[in-house]
């Protein structure tokens, strides 16, 4: 049988859709291209979202901006593109929403703004041109900072690429001396993303939480909110459909959603359209305020790390997202082990519903970690967790949060730390782990410094982070698992102010840095008959 003839334009159409993809299936029986091992390569483009930092005239407000030395990555935009890490204000905090030109454009005709595809969409939908940056990193391996001062500073929009995106990572650290958002109150930028797990809110009347949405695009994304309670969902009309403008901010206040009533509660985000970053503020009229920042994705196991060894008050949020129950085993991660809580040894958490425990002073003297796992091994119900806690006592206390954290895999970063008070929780939970935790050099001078840790299995290692020599100003710490298990961490910051133990807890999740790429061949085989 003869073949069809086949014309030239077809021939060069297929040509053009198979050169360069990845041939799952080789011919004559040769392995497959995908039976290869991916390669893992550094990121070209990372993303970050800085929340407004507070409203009160009183704060003060250094931001921190770090790339790991040595990361890799590709210039990003050509060979002969300059790699760029910059954090610029939102445009949402711009005079009628609308900024002016960048340097070197020029303001859009009439004829051209006709000209566009959507011409009937509205300015809000519209990204106008970016502001000055507030926050440039130049290089890696070298960390840079800025300040602000005031309630007027905004939400930062942050983008790096090239050398300087692979764990790219930033955060802002606000003071505020006084006044019903007092505190010590820091949070690591955040990723964009679709679905973020809040548990450790509240809508207490001492307490002013607000959810605050970053859209990191050129275009609008909706937002929805939902609020649960000790027996589920509460009624709202006013959380979906929040429309967040492009490269823009908004900040929700949680007790304008609903109704209802209720100490503690779980916030889910999520997005109809597009991406956004979110983090939750708290402030507490009696013991101070702090950023929760989301929970690790819901896992049959939850690893919170970095409970100070003088907490006074240590309480615990869980929830369960899935259609069944959590029956959980809560243990202490310690110095020399693991050991069950006495009184608090299971957690039943109801599908759909908030479950708290008032855990007290749990650590009683000595540095921890909380595990929440399965308490049949056969039945693990994905969960999200949050610790809220509470150092100092009557009118000296301070509050922070820590979340479920990630692991910390093969490296994680976090930004503004100090010569003083500055401290490290390890935890290994499963086999014992080496680590290397790297002190960068310091925004104004300093020598770069490294240690190798050992974790034992089960338990916390907390230590006082490393100081680069010479150090003048902050300086960025880098922790990469060695060899052994999986290892979860969170940096502990104090900066005590007038007998208040003022403090901030940031875990140290894996970095994402890098990203599996698939081994790709031509196969132009496919063209036979």
């Not at 425990?357 to 056969?378: C, F, H, M």
């Not at 240690?451 to 902050?474: C, D, H, N, S």
Request: some cysteine; glycine content about 10%.
């Amino acid at each position: 049988m003869k073949r069809t003839t086949i014309s030239l334009i077809a021939v060069a159409t297929a040509l053009a859709a198979v050169t360069g993809l990845a041939s799952l299936t080789a011919p004559d029986g040769g392995p497959a291209a995908g039976d290869k091992a991916a390669a893992r390569l550094p990121v070209e483009r990372s993303s970050l979202l800085c929340p407004a930092p507070s409203s009160s005239e009183l704060a003060e407000t250094l931001y921190t901006s770090f790339t790991p030395a040595g990361a890799g990555g590709a210039a990003g935009g050509g060979e002969s593109a300059r790699p760029t890490a910059e954090l610029r204000p939102s445009v949402s905090v711009l005079a009628d929403g609308d900024a002016a030109p960048a340097k070197d454009e020029e303001a859009p005709s009439e004829e051209d703004e006709e000209s566009r595809e959507g011409e009937d969409a509205p300015k809000a939908a519209r990204k106008p041109a970016p502001a000055k940056p507030l926050v440039v990193l130049q290089e890696p391996g070298k960390p840079v900072a800025a300040d602000a001062d005031g309630g007027e500073a905004p939400a930062l929009v942050g983008t790096a690429t090239g050398a300087l995106a692979p764990g790219w990572t930033a955060q802002q650290t606000t003071t505020v001396p006084a006044g019903s958002g007092r505190g010590l109150l820091g949070v690591s930028c955040t990723a964009p993303d679709t679905d973020f797990w809040f548990p450790g809110a509240s809508l207490a009347e001492k307490r002013q939480d607000y959810v605050h949405l970053t859209n990191p695009d050129d275009t609008s994304a909706v937002a929805d909110v939902e609020l649960y309670g000790k027996d589920g969902r509460l009624k709202s009309t006013l959380s979906e459909g929040i429309t967040v403008p492009p490269g823009g901010a908004v900040p929700v206040l949680l007790s304008t959603l609903t109704a209802d009533k209720a100490d503690d509660v779980t916030v889910h985000v999520t997005t109809r359209t597009g991406r956004v970053g979110a983090v939750v503020r708290s402030a507490d009229d009696t013991d101070g305020s702090d950023w929760l920042a989301a929970s690790a994705d819901p896992a049959g196991t939850a690893v919170l790390p970095g409970i100070p060894a003088d907490a006074t008050s240590v309480q615990l949020v869980a929830f369960a997202p899935g259609e069944e129950d959590a029956d959980l085993a809560v243990r202490l991660s310690g110095p020399t082990g693991t050991i069950t809580p006495a009184g608090f040894e299971k957690l039943r958490v109801k599908s759909g519903m908030t479950a708290t425990v008032d855990l007290k002073d749990v650590t009683k003297g000595e540095a921890g970690s909380l595990i929440l796992g399965p308490a049949q091994a056969d039945r693990a119900t994905p969960v999200v967790a949050a610790l809220r806690v509470v150092r100092g006592k009557g009118d000296k206390k301070e509050v922070a949060f820590i979340p479920a954290a990630a692991p910390v895999g093969d490296r994680a970063t976090v930004t503004d730390n100090r010569d003083r008070g500055s401290f490290l929780s390890l935890t290994a939970p499963g086999k014992a782990a080496q680590v290397e935790v790297a002190a960068s050099a310091g925004t104004r001078g300093g020598t770069a410094a490294v240690k190798t840790y050992t974790v034992k299995a089960g338990t916390t290692l907390t230590i006082t982070a490393p100081v680069p020599e010479g150090l003048r100003g902050t300086y960025a710490l880098t922790v990469r698992t060695v060899s052994g298990g999986a290892v979860h961490a969170s940096r502990m910051l104090e900066v005590p102010d007038d007998g208040i133990p003022m403090f901030t807890v940031q875990n140290l999740p894996d970095d994402r840095g890098t990203v599996s790429v698939p081994v790709a061949e031509q196969d132009l085989s496919v063209l036979d008959d």
